[in-house]
């Protein structure tokens, strides 16, 4: 509910995110570590690095370009 509009924001841009992606990316958004998240979203931590690649992928980030940071600026 925090970031309704950067979720919006983001379903635009990228409308083939999941769910649980758009989940992963609200958290991120809040800067929560990998740890964390994995606690929250009840998976891994190997599973949550699997998961931020993937998001990767899908945002065709380059390989230089830091996730969280782009979530946060984005």
């Known amino acids: 509910n925090v970031h309704e509009e950067f979720l919006k924001r983001l379903k635009a841009k990228y409308p083939d995110l999941t ?3 758009l ?3 609200a958290y991120l ?4 570590s990998s740890k964390e ?3 929250l ?3 891994s931590t190997r599973g949550v ?4 690649y993937r998001l990767r992928k899908k945002l ?5 370009t830091n996730l969280t940071e782009f979530i ?3």
């Open 37 to 39: 998240i994995a606690t």
């Open 19 to 21: 769910p649980r992606e």
């Open 41 to 43: 979203m009840n998976i």
């Open 49 to 52: 690095e699997i998961s931020r």
């Open 72 to 74: 946060i600026e984005f």
């Open 29 to 32: 958004r809040l800067n929560i």
């Open 60 to 64: 065709k980030l380059e390989h230089d």
């Open 23 to 25: 989940k992963l990316c």
